[in-house]
């Protein structure tokens, strides 16, 4: 509406504009008109006035000018102090139609133009001078403007009713416009309002044609599908997280309950705490996994990346794993790893190979073997210096069509087993997005029913070509760099 009023407002102005220019450049060519007639009939006046013996009037017969338009045509003959001699009928009860000062510049010979009204009509006259046996005369030859003044009024009330038929039509058909332009405008914003009362699987109608407004449509269906995905998956972590939490915390109040059902000795006692104190930790590590996953994906602020020599990480990892493994006969081993340095948060990357290893001794079989070898990434999608860690095991694999699923969060494949190795479905699902903090990733290279293979990419190069094997924790751990002071 708003719009329309704009646009009427704008076309009203530009209509009386042009209107105003019609108006004057008519009324200029009238009077320009008028005068070159007044001068025409005043020189022929002039003429037959002064063709005799001594002045007198000759009157030009009505219709003789300009078609009978100028009725009325009057002289008046003043002589040289300005006192009426002669005058046509109509003018013959007036003094003299002008002063003394235009009667001494027509006598001059200027032939001055005036405009006198005569008994309330307005009218145009020329003042001619005459000579006549010795005698100067001052000939005022005019002619009435009443129909020029007709034609102007008339032309006023046309140009006026063309603005308002204009202003009329032009509004109309501006908000005709407008309407038919914002249509879709108006329902995208009243599917937006209802998006925003929480509606958010609703999408904005596809667009018919791909204009502007048709693109903003796309664009905005874009950014409510990324909205609605946020959203969802926010849900979902949400419903998981308290799904994850509310087990064990259930089982530890069942455990209370039984407890209590009836006086206990105090060894008793004990063994509930003890079981409480095990369930407990396993829920300290579901929030602290939670509070980094969260960490993670708010970018990690404040994570430094600096050079971290990658065997003694590894080392440390296998270290914290080498009773479990011990415990199950499985090896852990280098495979021609040649000497790696990655830039990396040595915390967050500690968190990542911690558990990629620990999956490869919880999930591989008794009396397996763990692999880790590394290199240089050589393909050219790499536009940082990059080295790819791989670390194969020998447990049961797996299947294809899960090797992305098992970086989605609290996602396990054998949920029975994953109770076992005590497992929450979440160390992958951090994995992945703390790599993406160090600009690295994470995926299954390869799996099959004799075991899987993790490759890890991280920012970082090879310091050293010369390749060892063997079991990880005998590798000699690199010279540590000089540092200069
Ligand atoms: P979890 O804490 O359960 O180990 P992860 O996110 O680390 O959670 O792993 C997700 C699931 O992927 C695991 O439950 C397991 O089923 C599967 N998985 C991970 N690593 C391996 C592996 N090396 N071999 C076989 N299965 C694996």
């Given at each position: 509406m708003q719009l329309t009023l704009w646009w009427a407002l704008a076309f009203g102005l530009l209509l009386a504009i042009a209107n105003l220019a019609i108006y004057s450049a008519f009324d200029v060519y009238l009077r320009r008109d008028l005068d070159r007639k007044v001068r025409t009939v005043a020189a022929a006046e002039l003429a037959s006035s002064s063709d005799g013996p001594g002045i007198h009037l000759h009157p030009i017969p009505k219709d003789a000018l300009a078609d009978g338009e100028f009725a009325d045509p009057f002289v008046q003959i003043l002589s040289e102090d300005g006192t009426v001699r002669l005058a046509s009928p109509v003018i013959r009860h007036?003094?003299?139609?002008?002063g003394y000062d235009v009667v001494r510049a027509a006598l001059d010979g200027h032939a001055p133009l005036v405009s006198p009204v005569i008994d309330g009509r307005p009218g145009r006259a020329a003042v001619l001078r005459a000579e006549i046996g010795g005698q100067r005369y001052a000939v005022i030859v005019g002619l009435f403007r009443d129909s020029i003044v007709a034609h102007l009024s008339r032309l006023a009330w046309v140009l006026a009713f063309v603005w308002m038929a204009g202003l009329a039509a032009t509004t109309a058909l501006g908000y005709w416009l407008a309407?038919?332009?914002?249509?879709?405008v108006v329902g995208i914003s009243r599917r937006a309002a209802r998006i925003a009362r929480g509606d958010f699987s609703a999408r904005l109608d596809p667009p018919v044609r791909l204009d502007e407004v048709g693109e903003m449509t796309q664009s905005l269906n874009e950014v409510?599908?990324?909205?609605?995905g946020a959203l969802e998956g926010h849900r979902r972590f949400a419903s998981d997280a308290s799904h994850e939490l509310r087990t064990p915390i259930a089982a530890m109040a069942g455990a209370i309950d039984v407890t209590l059902m009836r006086p206990r000795t105090a060894e008793e006692y004990r063994d509930t705490l003890r079981i409480l104190r095990e369930r407990l930790s396993s829920v300290t590590a579901l929030c602290e996994d939670l509070m980094l996953l969260v960490h993670a994906q708010e970018g990690a602020?404040?994570?430094e990346l600096r050079e971290v020599p990658l065997l003694p990480q590894l080392?440390?990892?296998?270290?914290?794993?080498?009773?479990?493994?011990?415990?199950?006969?499985?090896?852990?081993?280098?495979?021609?790893?040649?000497?790696l340095v990655a830039y990396a948060d040595s915390r967050l990357l500690a968190r990542v190979l911690d558990n990629v290893l620990a999956n490869a001794v919880f999930y591989n079989r008794d009396g397996g073997r763990i692999e880790i070898s590394g290199a240089a990434a050589d393909d050219a999608a790499d536009t940082l210096e990059t080295v790819v860690i791989t670390v194969s095991d020998t447990g049961t694999g797996i299947p294809r069509a899960e090797f992305e699923r098992v970086f989605e969060r609290f996602y396990r494949l054998d949920r029975s087993r994953a109770a076992a190795t005590g497992g929450n479905g979440l160390g992958l699902a951090i994995c992945r997005e703390v790599l993406a903090v160090l600009r690295g990733s994470i995926r299954v290279a390869a799996s099959s029913g004799d075991g899987s293979t993790f490759e890890i990419r991280l920012p970082g190069r090879v310091t050293?070509?010369?390749r060892r094997s063997g079991p990880l924790a005998d590798l000699p751990a690199p010279a540590p760099a000089l540092e200069c002071r």
């Amino acid at each position: 509406m708003q719009l329309t009023l704009w646009w009427a407002l704008a076309f009203g102005l530009l209509l009386a504009i042009a209107n105003l220019a019609i108006y004057s450049a008519f009324d200029v060519y009238l009077r320009r008109d008028l005068d070159r007639k007044v001068r025409t009939v005043a020189a022929a006046e002039l003429a037959s006035s002064s063709d005799g013996p001594g002045i007198h009037l000759h009157p030009i017969p009505k219709d003789a000018l300009a078609d009978g338009e100028f009725a009325d045509p009057f002289v008046q003959i003043l002589s040289e102090d300005g006192t009426v001699r002669l005058a046509s009928p109509v003018i013959r009860h007036l003094p003299a139609l002008v002063g003394y000062d235009v009667v001494r510049a027509a006598l001059d010979g200027h032939a001055p133009l005036v405009s006198p009204v005569i008994d309330g009509r307005p009218g145009r006259a020329a003042v001619l001078r005459a000579e006549i046996g010795g005698q100067r005369y001052a000939v005022i030859v005019g002619l009435f403007r009443d129909s020029i003044v007709a034609h102007l009024s008339r032309l006023a009330w046309v140009l006026a009713f063309v603005w308002m038929a204009g202003l009329a039509a032009t509004t109309a058909l501006g908000y005709w416009l407008a309407s038919r332009a914002l249509a879709p405008v108006v329902g995208i914003s009243r599917r937006a309002a209802r998006i925003a009362r929480g509606d958010f699987s609703a999408r904005l109608d596809p667009p018919v044609r791909l204009d502007e407004v048709g693109e903003m449509t796309q664009s905005l269906n874009e950014v409510l599908e990324c909205l609605h995905g946020a959203l969802e998956g926010h849900r979902r972590f949400a419903s998981d997280a308290s799904h994850e939490l509310r087990t064990p915390i259930a089982a530890m109040a069942g455990a209370i309950d039984v407890t209590l059902m009836r006086p206990r000795t105090a060894e008793e006692y004990r063994d509930t705490l003890r079981i409480l104190r095990e369930r407990l930790s396993s829920v300290t590590a579901l929030c602290e996994d939670l509070m980094l996953l969260v960490h993670a994906q708010e970018g990690a602020p404040g994570v430094e990346l600096r050079e971290v020599p990658l065997l003694p990480q590894l080392q440390r990892s296998a270290s914290r794993l080498a009773g479990a493994a011990a415990a199950r006969g499985i090896r852990i081993e280098a495979r021609d790893l040649p000497e790696l340095v990655a830039y990396a948060d040595s915390r967050l990357l500690a968190r990542v190979l911690d558990n990629v290893l620990a999956n490869a001794v919880f999930y591989n079989r008794d009396g397996g073997r763990i692999e880790i070898s590394g290199a240089a990434a050589d393909d050219a999608a790499d536009t940082l210096e990059t080295v790819v860690i791989t670390v194969s095991d020998t447990g049961t694999g797996i299947p294809r069509a899960e090797f992305e699923r098992v970086f989605e969060r609290f996602y396990r494949l054998d949920r029975s087993r994953a109770a076992a190795t005590g497992g929450n479905g979440l160390g992958l699902a951090i994995c992945r997005e703390v790599l993406a903090v160090l600009r690295g990733s994470i995926r299954v290279a390869a799996s099959s029913g004799d075991g899987s293979t993790f490759e890890i990419r991280l920012p970082g190069r090879v310091t050293s070509s010369s390749r060892r094997s063997g079991p990880l924790a005998d590798l000699p751990a690199p010279a540590p760099a000089l540092e200069c002071r």
